[in-house]
């Protein structure tokens, strides 16, 4: 009786030899992937370092600058258990990144003067910045922003409703060629804050956007005391 034949046995391969890297392929791959690292974790705690709020003790000391802006750095430091020099790069720090700016606020009640809250509805985006490079250095002005949509708001003080109409009605802002459209809201006494960034001229030549207080009709009238930057002036500011 024939044996049925015996299946071959497929060739046996080799076994696979490990592949190895070169020393050139490990520096160019180890290396690449540690720098892609360290500039991913760099971006994270740049980006942290952006958007950051305060810190605590940044918090208390701004807050003792703001109860007192003439607190010594050495009164400062016992205040937060801190030497001077830590207290003073603090606030270098702050100035820095532009989180405090140290100035003298004026307190606008005490001087008589009146507020106006003018809303501004310019023709075009053109008309808006124009507006904005006119007026941004107006003395009268404490108050300037963009509203979504093309709008500013502005807020502008006068010496007496004399002033304060002349401001809303015949200079100033409102007779912008560029506003379409505007609204005015003649406030009261300022509840807060009690000071605001009002600036005061001392040489003065003319106003920076461009009217002729001297020779305008309320001017002569003596109903209005003119722009506080103009030569001929004569205001309380």
Same mark, same amino acid.
């Given at each position: 009786?024939?044996?049925?034949?015996?299946?071959?046995?497929?060739?046996?391969?080799?076994?696979?030899?490990?592949?190895?890297?070169?020393?050139?392929?490990?520096?160019?791959?180890?290396?690449?992937?540690?720098?892609?690292?360290?500039?991913?974790?760099?971006?994270?705690?740049?980006?942290?370092?952006? =958007?950051?709020?305060?810190?605590?003790?940044?918090? +208390? *000391? &701004?807050? !003792?600058?703001?109860?007192? @802006?003439?607190?010594? #750095?050495?009164?400062?430091?016992?205040?937060?258990?801190?030497?001077?020099?830590?207290?003073?790069?603090?606030?270098?720090?702050?100035?820095?990144?532009?989180?405090?700016?140290?100035?003298?606020?004026?307190?606008?009640?005490?001087?008589?003067?009146?507020?106006?809250?003018?809303?501004?509805?310019?023709?075009?985006?053109?008309?808006?910045?124009? =507006?904005?490079?006119?007026?941004?250095?107006?003395? +009268? *002005? &404490?108050? !300037?922003?963009?509203?979504? @949509?093309?709008?500013? #708001?502005?807020?502008?003080?006068?010496?007496?409703?004399?002033?304060?109409?002349?401001?809303?009605?015949?200079?100033?802002?409102?007779?912008?060629?560029?506003?379409?459209?505007?609204?005015?809201?003649?406030?009261?006494?300022?509840?807060?804050?009690?000071?605001?960034?009002?600036?005061?001229?001392?040489?003065?030549?003319?106003?920076?956007?461009? =009217?002729?207080?001297?020779?305008?009709?309320?001017?002569?009238?003596?109903?209005?005391?003119?722009?506080?930057?103009?030569?001929?002036?004569?205001?309380?500011?």
């Amino acid at each position: 009786m024939t044996q049925p034949p015996v299946p071959k046995r497929p060739p046996t391969m080799p076994p696979a030899r490990p592949v190895r890297r070169s020393a050139i392929s490990r520096s160019i791959i180890l290396p690449t992937v540690k720098i892609h690292s360290v500039i991913f974790i760099n971006i994270l705690v740049t980006n942290c370092n952006m =958007i950051r709020g305060l810190g605590e003790r940044e918090k +208390r *000391l &701004i807050r !003792l600058l703001q109860a007192d @802006g003439r607190a010594s #750095l050495s009164n400062l430091g016992r205040a937060l258990g801190v030497s001077h020099v830590a207290v003073r790069n603090r606030i270098q720090s702050l100035r820095r990144r532009g989180l405090i700016r140290i100035s003298a606020w004026i307190n606008p009640s005490q001087l008589g003067l009146r507020h106006v809250i003018i809303s501004i509805e310019c023709v075009n985006r053109e008309a808006e910045e124009r =507006i904005i490079r006119r007026f941004r250095d107006c003395p +009268r *002005l &404490i108050f !300037l922003s963009r509203n979504i @949509g093309g709008n500013l #708001l502005a807020i502008m003080v006068a010496e007496d409703m004399g002033a304060l109409e002349a401001i809303t009605s015949e200079c100033a802002i409102r007779t912008d060629e560029g506003v379409r459209r505007s609204d005015v809201v003649v406030g009261g006494a300022i509840v807060y804050p009690e000071h605001v960034p009002l600036r005061v001229h001392v040489e003065r030549s003319s106003p920076p956007c461009g =009217i002729d207080c001297c020779s305008c009709r309320r001017y002569g009238e003596g109903s209005c005391p003119g722009c506080p930057a103009s030569a001929c002036y004569r205001g309380a500011l």
